[in-house]
């Protein structure tokens, strides 16, 4: 056992260095850290439309890398972040963003959480209501008939 | 009330995937339609010495057509475009996408040209400009210098006698 450990490791450090190296991302040298930490935001919050499900941060798509290029671009440039944002749905649309816009067309989107939240509610009062009700009272001349059976047994 | 309420939540459930089933999500509507076309002035493929505006097309219906020598699904859109060149209809204008000059050269050489012109954009910056994130792309331009409809993906028959013919046609018949 005292052997093999050592061997193991070994190998795993092999593998490691035979791994090929992962797609680089390129670095965008940002002297002021706060550029920095704006276009880490805001390449968090921006969609890969090839991708789709990914951010143009995370995503290694040559659009993402174009994409991102632009907002380094746009930020030395000094636009603000709403500049950078209009920018990008200027040309690629809502869907470009992560959060969309509240707005009449999508006020079905944000309000219907909100709106099934409501109707469960509804229903778990009727429910209830109805389970607090009284039973409905049998007529006299049942209940006898009914402990009369049930006398029997 | 009670019985049929579940019923209702599942039919409205139904009717909202069922209609999710027939949405594409690769086609993302293009924020541009209807807005004046994005300018930009770039040189031509054939012609570099040449530049090419899209004002220069005011008073013209015309396509911009997005396409690259490495693009695949460009092949099989390309005998389309060359087929309904023939019918001159419309100006095809090519936005030559991320391309090597020499490559594209050779691809429209090698497959025919139905295009106008074609203006190199090397390193996609309009593009960007124009909304660009997959090729082909195809994009109808009014007379009036604005975008009216944008095709997603390869153009093929279907689309040119469903969507893009009708809409030239009515186009063309619209004052300048």
Redesign the interface.
């Given at each position: 056992m005292k052997k093999i450990l050592p061997a193991a490791l070994w190998l795993c450090s092999q593998l490691a260095v035979a791994a090929p190296p992962a797609a680089q991302v390129e670095v965008y040298d940002f002297k002021d850290p706060v550029l920095e930490q704006r276009y880490q935001t805001l390449t968090e919050q921006l969609r890969c439309?090839?991708c789709?499900n990914q951010n143009i941060a995370d995503s290694h798509a040559?659009?993402a890398q174009?994409?991102r290029s632009?907002v380094h671009e746009l930020l030395i440039k000094g636009d603000n972040d709403e500049q950078i944002v209009k920018y990008m749905?200027?040309?690629?649309?809502?869907?470009v963003l992560y959060r969309p816009p509240f707005k009449i067309k999508t006020l079905l989107l944000w309000l219907a959480p909100a709106l099934a939240v409501l109707l469960g509610g509804f229903?778990f009062w009727?429910v209830m209501k109805n389970a607090r009700q009284p039973k409905e009272q049998l007529p006299e001349a049942e209940l006898k008939s009914i402990r009369n059976l049930l006398d029997k047994e | 009330m009670?019985n049929w309420?579940p019923l209702l939540v599942f039919a409205v459930l139904v009717i909202f995937l069922g209609i999710g089933l027939y949405l594409d999500?690769?086609e993302?509507?293009?924020?541009?339609i209807d807005k004046p076309a994005p300018a930009f002035s770039a040189p031509q493929l054939h012609h570099p010495e040449q530049a090419f505006a899209p004002e220069q097309f005011k008073g013209k219906v015309w396509i911009l057509n997005v396409w690259a020598s490495w693009c695949v699904s460009c092949r099989a859109e390309h005998a389309v475009l060359n087929e309904f060149a023939k019918k001159g209809l419309v100006t095809l204008v090519g936005l030559n996408y991320?391309d090597e000059a020499a490559d594209a050269r050779q691809w429209l050489g090698m497959l025919g040209n139905p295009y106008q012109l074609s203006v190199m954009d090397k390193d996609?910056k309009i593009g960007?400009?124009?909304?660009v994130?997959?090729v082909p792309e195809s994009f109808v331009i009014d007379k009036k210098g604005i975008v009216r409809h944008k095709h997603i993906g390869p153009v093929d028959e279907k689309s040119l006698e469903e969507v893009l013919i009708p809409l030239i046609q009515t186009l063309n018949g619209e004052a300048a």
């Open positions: 439309l090839v789709q040559e659009l174009d994409l632009k749905t200027d040309r690629y649309g809502d869907f229903g009727r | 009670r309420l999500p690769r993302v509507p293009s924020p541009l991320k996609g960007l400009d124009w909304g994130y997959g």
